[in-house]
């Protein structure tokens, strides 16, 4: 076996430059009148109070990331505790996936083409308005989803500090889309009109998925300012 090629010590300080060069940066806002959590896969999470930012960075070519925020939150020393929405096992730095209802930025980074994939997903139901926007490569369409829908949330869905999506009350093909084949129903429509941009049912794409040219940075605001409360009939 060919011994290790052992790298001068004064290269590791450049490798290190040049990954973090390359680093896609997520700037992460709370503009709510409260506290948030903010969560990231990866990235962990931390606690933003009204009009405090995050920024997280993020490997070229990662899948399935999230962010989201999470509310009702409490925490000891240790980062152990609970949140009312989005919890993550319980911890402050998350390392898996949040618990619904929580209203999602999702990404794919450096995909087909070179592109970054993301969009706003209600898969896993709402708790804080949220937009998520490119900041940098030429790029500057994202999805808005900036409308108050825990206020307007119908009676079947309501859930403690926000809204769940139908697939999480009632786990019915109809509505989680198992089986890779489904359509929109009445409860997706009651997001779809709230939230034109996010992702209202699995099956949801040609409108709700947007691109970026591989290298862009992003910034997702939760509760954005100038947000409208449209009402649902």
Excluded at 1 to 20: H, K, Q, R, W
Excluded at 167 to 194: A, H, I, Q, R, W
Aim: aromatic share 12%; net charge neutral.
């Amino acid at each position: 076996m060919a011994s290790p090629i052992l790298l001068p010590l004064f290269l590791f300080p450049l490798l290190l430059l040049v990954s973090l060069s390359t680093a896609v940066t997520f700037t992460v806002t709370n503009q709510c009148s409260y506290t948030v959590w903010a969560a990231a896969v990866p990235g962990g999470g931390r606690q933003l109070n009204p009009g405090q930012s995050w920024v997280v960075n993020v490997n070229p070519g990662t899948t399935g990331g999230r962010i989201w925020a999470r509310t009702g939150c409490s925490f000891d020393r240790n980062g152990n505790g609970h949140c009312q929405t989005g919890d993550c096992g319980g911890k402050l730095a998350c390392t898996g996936y949040g618990v619904p209802p929580n209203t999602l930025a999702e990404f794919a980074l450096n995909q087909f083409s070179n592109l970054d994939f993301f969009d706003i997903s209600l898969v896993d139901g709402f708790n804080v308005p949220m937009n998520f926007l490119p900041t940098s490569g030429g790029c500057s369409k994202g999805p808005h989803c900036s409308a108050d829908v825990t206020s307007q949330c119908p009676s079947q869905l309501k859930a403690p500090g926000g809204c769940n999506n139908p697939c999480t009350v009632f786990m019915t093909d109809e509505y989680c889309c198992n089986s890779g084949s489904c359509g929109p129903t009445n409860y997706s429509k009651f997001f779809k009109k709230l939230c034109p941009e996010a992702y209202s049912y699995p099956k949801d794409d040609p409108t709700s998925t947007f691109t970026c040219p591989a290298g862009a940075n992003y910034k997702v605001v939760f509760c954005p300012r100038g947000g409208v409360t449209h009402s649902y009939a």
